[in-house]
């Protein structure tokens, strides 16, 4: 599945309400071009690629229509039916875990920076997270310092994911933190069944243990793991997994038969 690419934002600061514009545009005008949501919106030129750019690395758009065109995925569909200003905390996790999901479509190097450089507690600089990234990506220094500059910001912006509290901006700095707000059970349930599409294919029990480390969900959510156990038995009650901890190896069981089950729980 190809990713979106570094530059994917255009140079401008991401928005949730630019954001929800574009998905609102496309439930209405399925496989429009880009030269369409240009006449049929006030957003500008670089925006007309950035935020559908944005929205196919969220999982929320994906290719299909005229040529160039954009049409909504089932979760774009939910979410646009459900939250059309992406102003719940449901639209802005599933935001987050559409960006930084290792089998998504999210730009590779914001993956990698969230779950492998950037630690909750940890403090950082633009310039010293575009250094890691440059192991990572052949391109210019300047372009990736841009991006995560970008990325970073937005972050840490009201305007778009800063009321989840993942990044704060301190003068310079770029402080890594726990989140505020909780994920639902029902979106936790909702990546836990995308992550095992990914790692598990059909199977229908595996260990606990192995599976939080190898789905990358405590680094995803920035939750200890002892939050996405909490999260999991809440999903028992809901009827979405099961959990076995009698006895070690403790084991987790799918009750879902497709991800696009859970579509109905999110909101």
Same mark, same amino acid.
């Given at each position: ?16 309400? %630019? ?11 399925? +496989? ?5 949501? !240009? ?14 750019? &944005?929205?196919?690395?969220? +999982? ?17 569909? $939910? ?10 905390? $449901? ?30 507690? +940890? ?5 010293? /997270? ?12 300047? @372009? ?21 509290? &993942?990044?704060? @901006? @301190? ?50 959510? %920035?939750?200890? !793991?002892?939050?996405?156990?909490? /999260? ?7 009827? /979405?997994?099961?959990?076995? !901890? ?22």
């Amino acid at each position: 599945m190809r990713q979106i690419g570094i530059n994917f934002h255009e140079g401008l600061q991401l928005s949730r309400s %630019r954001l929800a514009a574009t998905l609102r545009f496309f439930s209405e005008n399925p +496989g429009a071009s880009r030269d369409q949501l !240009r006449s049929g919106t006030d957003l500008g030129a670089n925006m007309v690629v950035a935020f559908p750019n &944005l929205a196919v690395g969220c +999982g929320l758009l994906e290719e299909g229509g005229t040529k160039g065109g954009r049409v909504l995925t089932d979760l774009g569909n $939910t979410v646009i039916n459900n939250d059309p200003y992406l102003e719940g905390e $449901t639209s802005r996790w599933l935001i987050h875990y559409g960006l930084v999901d290792p089998a998504g479509r999210g730009p590779a190097y914001w993956g990698r920076l969230m779950l492998d450089v950037i630690r909750p507690g +940890g403090r950082y600089q633009a310039a010293e /997270l575009a250094s890691s990234v440059g192991e990572f990506e052949s391109v210019v220094r300047e @372009k990736v310092q841009l991006a995560v500059g970008k990325l970073t910001e937005s972050y840490a912006s009201d305007g778009f994911l800063g009321a989840l509290g &993942l990044l704060e @901006k @301190k003068g310079s700095e770029i402080h890594a933190t726990f989140p505020m707000i909780l994920p639902s059970a029902c979106v936790f349930s909702y990546a836990v069944a995308s992550r095992w599409s990914h790692l598990l294919k059909e199977q229908v029990t595996t260990s606990l243990e192995t599976f939080l480390v190898e789905s990358r969900l405590p680094e995803i959510f %920035r939750m200890p !793991r002892e939050q996405c156990v909490a /999260l999991l038995e809440e999903s028992v009650d809901l009827g /979405l997994v099961d959990l076995y !901890r009698t006895a070690t190896p403790h084991q987790i069981v799918r009750k879902w038969k497709a991800t696009q089950d859970l579509l109905a729980t999110l909101y």
